[in-house]
């Protein structure tokens, strides 16, 4: 979908302002300029009321103008032209949105909308609106395409479970996998009804007694399933409430005299933690030197000397390597000896002397044998007798003292802190106590979660293995009853079926979550231009738990909503929000409120152009501020730039008298770099509040 053209009346601040968005491919961004109080945000919820209708409202949303006194009647319109790819290429329509009410109506009308098809012999209306609308798009889509700068925060900010939730739900929205887990769902229902009338058919008590299981653990699975979730989240709500009690618990410890001994108690420990790496370092090192070559070496020096010397006297000797036997079996297969005696077998002599040698031979094997085993040793195990300096016993002389060392220094730091936590025990504080208290509260309720996960999780695998087997038993039966085995088939069918769309949801939920956290990391380090060398952030991604999470250094992980800068939390939801987009496929306009806020320098223009390239259209509302230091990237990338002023500024922040007072907006085409007698605003507080007449 790419937006056309909107057209807002009596909506709010909106009466009468008509914009045109940019759809060049190229040029693809469109800038409406507007500083604080102007009507920005309202445009956003606007373009969301006319597509999605009431539900995209906040609760207790007022329509009118604040000019309206009450009971006078209030008619809002609002018209958006888009165009999305269709079966007949592209297709344009006009969706009109309105809603009739009188001011101070405590509860809200029902708005109507009207959608027709634009082509070249005329427009077409079409009926079933909002169905319609949904399949162009979805509602679960909003959050995703339609972002305020500020609400789009909470995929990273607020408690950890509403975060996870929301990252969770965007994905697979985004995604369709409702979708599929409906498709799964619907499945099983027909699974569950085959399987009865296969039992129906059969009247085999065996095979109804199987079928009755199997319903029961088909509604005991997804229980378990929703309760292991839900104590999951429980867990990172406690694990979340445990932090803070001992965060206050740590602050408390430190008003007035305790100071001292919390921050002297955080040093020990930290030291403490130091100390336990160095002895594992020093252990292992002490553990290598007594399991290497040279400690075997140092150990029997003396008497691989010792070996050395006999085997090289019989090297000398030649007795190694061992060559009699071979030069004796070598003579035999020849008529005579070395000795120039005949060994003709045929004589009576040189049978004798063969016999002689074979028996030679015979009585060299035992000796033989011996001599192999001494040549492979002596050729082998020629570093080992070789004179070499003593140095192992040095080196674990070291070893053995640096270990010494760091097992003294962590033994003291134990007992200091010890020492510390008694006095700190001692400390009558009711703060402290309180804190104390809510802090293991938190602790054991956490550790009761933790064992009830345990249970859960083998109570549903038995569960499932117990399913399985049951189901492969009832396939058996069924197919061996004449009646039953058509459904047996059947069910054998949609199981198989249903295998595919779970293993197709399991690949989306693993590899498709992946896809986006990769993007997201590409963009977020492209905005924010974070070296891979040096950067303190070295990296952005979606753990498994869908919560949106930044690695530092030394891969140390940090908390997006405390330990990054305003810039790079904007910059992190809105890398998020691209790569969803990106990777779901759905062509839609990227309409983003106040992204640049809090931003200046590079990662201002840094996220302009990496947004820029990841959308297919791009709807920014931008404040004057913003838009200082992009205007280089506004002039290569925007296709249409648009000014929105509100008149009762004047005389306080517009330099010129707007002609009116009303509350509503007034569009200008001042682009970007430009002011004309309307739009044009004072600097600062600082100037004096003088009527200007003139052109800029």
């Not at 409906?182 to 109804?208: F, P, T, W, Y």
């Not at 001292?260 to 130091?274: D, S, T, Y």
């Not at 370092?281 to 553990?287: D, L």
């Not at 200046?600 to 820029?612: E, H, L, N, P, R």
Request: charged residues 30%; glycine residues 6%.
């Amino acid at each position: 979908m790419k937006l056309i053209r909107a057209k807002f009346d009596g909506f709010r601040l909106l009466n009468g302002v008509e914009l045109v968005f940019s759809t060049d491919r190229e040029r693809n961004i469109t800038v409406i300029r507007a500083a604080n109080e102007s009507g920005k945000t309202t445009m956003l919820h606007a373009l969301q009321w006319c597509l999605f209708g009431d539900d995209a409202l906040p609760s207790s949303y007022n329509l009118f103008s604040m000019d309206l006194s009450l009971g006078e009647t209030s008619k809002t319109c609002v018209e958006i032209d888009y165009e999305i790819e269709g079966k007949r290429g592209m297709q344009r329509y006009k969706i009109i949105r309105s809603l009739i009410e009188n001011v101070g109506t405590q509860m809200h009308g029902k708005s109507d909308a009207q959608l027709y098809e634009i082509t070249l012999n005329g427009t077409k209306e079409i009926p079933n609106v909002e169905a319609y609308l949904a399949a162009h798009m979805p509602s679960e889509l909003r959050e995703v395409f339609f972002t305020d700068g500020d609400r789009a925060l909470s995929f990273i900010e607020g408690k950890k479970t509403e975060q996870q939730k929301r990252v969770k739900k965007a994905i697979e929205q985004l995604m369709g996998l409702p979708m599929l887990e409906k498709a799964v769902s619907h499945i099983k229902a027909s699974e569950s009804d085959l399987r009865s009338k296969a039992d129906e058919a059969s009247g085999n008590q065996e095979l109804h007694a199987i079928r009755v299981e199997l319903e029961k653990l088909d509604t005991e699975i997804p229980a378990i399933s929703q309760q292991l979730e839900t104590l999951k989240d429980q867990i990172t709500h406690l694990n979340e409430l445990h932090a803070k009690a001992n965060s206050d618990l740590e602050e408390a410890l430190k008003r007035g005299n305790r100071e001292e001994i919390a921050r002297e108690l955080a040093r020990v420990r930290k030291h403490k933690a130091a100390a336990e790496g160095r002895i594992k370092t020093a252990e292992s090192s002490q553990a290598g030197l007594l399991s290497n070559k040279t400690f075997a070496r140092e150990l029997l020096r003396d008497k691989m000397k010792a070996a050395g010397q006999i085997l090289d006297v019989l090297r000398q000797k030649g007795q190694i390597p061992n060559k009699t036997i071979p030069i004796l079996e070598d003579r035999l297969r020849h008529s005579d000896c070395i000795c120039g005696e005949s060994l003709d077998k045929n004589t009576q002599d040189g049978m004798r002397r063969r016999k002689y040698i074979e028996k030679l031979i015979e009585d060299s094997k035992d000796a033989d044998a011996l001599r192999s085993k001494v040549s492979d040793l002596y050729f082998e195990g020629r570093d080992l007798f070789q004179e070499n300096p003593a140095q192992w016993l040095k080196a674990y002389a070291e070893a053995f003292k640096t270990r010494n060392l760091e097992q003294r220094v962590y033994g003291d730091l134990c007992s200091e802190e010890a020492n510390l936590e008694v006095r700190l025990a001692k400390v009558q504080d009711d703060d402290v106590q309180r804190a104390r208290e809510m802090r293991d509260t938190y602790q054991k309720q956490l550790q009761e979660c933790i064992s009830e996960v345990s249970k859960y999780d083998v109570s549903l695998k038995g569960k499932i293995a117990r399913k399985v087997e049951k189901s492969k038993l009832f396939d058996v039966l069924s197919k061996k009853e004449k009646k039953g085995r058509k459904y047996a088939l059947e069910l054998q069918v949609a199981r198989d079926i249903k295998s595919v769309f779970e293993g197709t949801l399991d690949l989306m939920k693993t590899r498709e979550v992946q896809s986006v956290s990769s993007l997201m990391n590409e963009y977020f380090l492209q905005m924010i231009g974070a070296d891979p060398e040096n950067a303190l952030i070295q990296k952005a991604a979606i753990d498994s738990d869908f919560r949106i999470v930044v690695h530092g250094r030394n891969n140390r992980v940090m908390d997006p909503s405390l330990d990054l800068n305003g810039a790079s939390r904007r910059a992190l939801t809105i890398a998020f929000v691209l790569a969803l987009t990106e990777v779901s496929g759905v062509e839609a306009p990227n309409v983003i409120d106040t992204p640049l806020g809090m931003m200046s320098g590079f990662v201002k223009t840094a996220v302009v152009k990496v947004a820029s390239e990841a959308s297919d259209q791009l709807i920014l509302f931008l404040t004057h501020d913003e838009i200082k230091g992009c205007e280089d990237i506004l002039d290569e990338k925007a296709g249409r730039v648009m000014t929105v002023t509100n008149p009762v500024h004047y005389p306080k922040i517009l330099k010129n008298d707007p002609g009116t007072s009303e509350a509503k907006a007034l569009l200008c085409q001042c682009d970007h770099r430009n002011f004309c007698k309307l739009c044009e605003r004072r600097e600062s507080a600082r100037q004096p509040v003088v009527a200007e007449v003139g052109n800029v």
